[in-house]
């Protein structure tokens, strides 16, 4: 990436909103009380260490999952209550939603949660190879008008970023109610040679995985008349890869 000449890299554009409605006491408090225990920063220079942002107050974890863009955090909370052993870094800037996370896990008491607060392209950068086992890309902003596509998430460099962190069998899923963002997800993932469709069936991807809960947003789509697909990609080996 090129370098600005104060030696600082150049920020990434980052699209969309950052806050709704104004929060309510009890959200708001939240975040100013609790998401400094929770939110996950990158070092001034070299790589992160992951997994070390969850060794206190336990032990590292046994495996990273990546959410990107969790919006309200029903996915992410209900995957951090029923895998304990596993560090999830969920990475979204709309602080409503993140609000809205934190309440689930203070009800769940899930500390195995660590929030990134800015574009999720960085936190990606600063990555260690092959560190995650899992990456959800669930339901992202489509774009769908042309001139916009530019910012569409699944992307050839965005994926070429995700293959070099993604462990060889780790997954990488990813969902959209969009018909557009669903032809544009696969046809780009199926190009890319790190990844390998792992559907069987139709209904492998028709079908919401049972270790996959349901969203208000996917509820809302499906009120709506549009029908989702659920992508599961496994990272290939990389003697594999061209």
Not at 5 to 25: A, N, V
Not at 29 to 35: F, G, P, T
Not at 70 to 97: D, K, M, T
Not at 132 to 138: D, T
Request: glycine share 8%; proline share 10%; charged share 30%.
């Amino acid at each position: 990436m090129p370098q600005r000449d104060d030696g600082e890299r150049p920020r990434k554009t980052l699209h969309g909103r950052r806050q709704g409605r104004p929060l309510r006491g009890g959200l708001r408090d939240l975040v100013e009380q609790r998401l400094p225990a929770f939110e996950l920063r990158l070092p001034d220079a070299g790589r992160l260490d992951p997994a070390a942002a969850f060794e206190s107050p336990g032990p590292r974890p046994r495996a990273l999952w990546l959410e990107i863009g969790f919006g309200g955090g029903e996915h992410l909370a209900w995957q951090a209550a029923r895998h304990p052993e596993v560090g999830i870094i969920g990475c979204e800037v709309f602080v409503n939603g993140i609000a809205t996370l934190l309440r689930a896990l203070e009800e769940t008491g899930s500390g195995n949660v660590r929030i990134f607060r800015d574009d999720a392209r960085r936190l990606i950068e600063a990555l260690p190879d092959a560190c995650l086992e899992r990456v959800f890309l669930l339901f992202p902003d489509p774009w769908p008008k042309r001139r916009h596509a530019k910012r569409r998430f699944v992307a050839p460099a965005t994926l070429d970023a995700l293959a070099r962190v993604l462990r060889p069998g780790g997954e990488l899923r990813v969902a959209s109610d969009d018909p557009t963002y669903q032809a544009w997800a696969l046809a780009h993932l199926l190009a890319h040679p790190a990844f390998a469709w792992t559907a069987k069936s139709a209904a492998d991807w028709r079908r919401r995985p049972a270790d996959w809960p349901p969203t208000r947003y996917e509820a809302k789509a499906l009120e709506s008349g549009r029908h989702p697909v659920y992508l599961a990609f496994q990272r290939v080996a990389r003697a594999e890869c061209p």
